[in-house]
Nanobody, 118 residues
Framework: VQLQASGGGLVQAGDSLRLSCAAS????????MGWFRQAPGKEREFVAE???????SYRVSVKGRFTVSRDNAKNTVFLQMNSLKPEDTSVYYC?????????????WGQGTQVTVSS
């Protein structure tokens, strides 16, 4: 089972990036897919998640700027990041968990670096 995140890079403040996370080894159609990030010296934090139903939730600081979506046919989840800020600089990870309230994220990708310059 693998989650492969991609799409990170170095951008300027105000720019956009689209992260992708491709799942392989099993189908994640019924799983909740999430995005997390971790900046140097800081703890990993939740960014966004999407249920199979399309229900989404976001970290307050990214709401209105980031959009999480999924393509179940391609077993892929996306994170569209607009109006990027220097404080969004982090390694971004995708993850998956069973669709039950309160369950932990079980599967994790390797992370992709996003750097936003001011």
């Amino acid at each position: 089972v693998q989650l492969q995140a991609s799409g990170g890079g170095l951008v300027q403040a105000g720019d956009s990036l689209r992260l992708s996370c491709a799942a392989s080894g099993r189908t994640f159609v019924n799983y909740v897919m999430g995005w997390f990030r971790q900046a140097p010296g800081k703890e990993r934090e939740f960014v966004a998640e999407i249920w199979n139903s399309g229900k989404t939730s976001y970290r307050v600081s990214v709401k209105g700027r980031f959009t999480v979506s999924r393509d179940n046919a391609k077993n892929t989840v996306f994170l569209q990041m607009n109006s990027l800020k220097p404080e969004d600089t982090s390694v971004y990870y995708c993850a998956a968990r069973p669709p039950l309230i309160g369950t932990n994220y079980t599967y994790w990708g390797q992370g992709t670096q996003v750097t936003v310059s001011s």
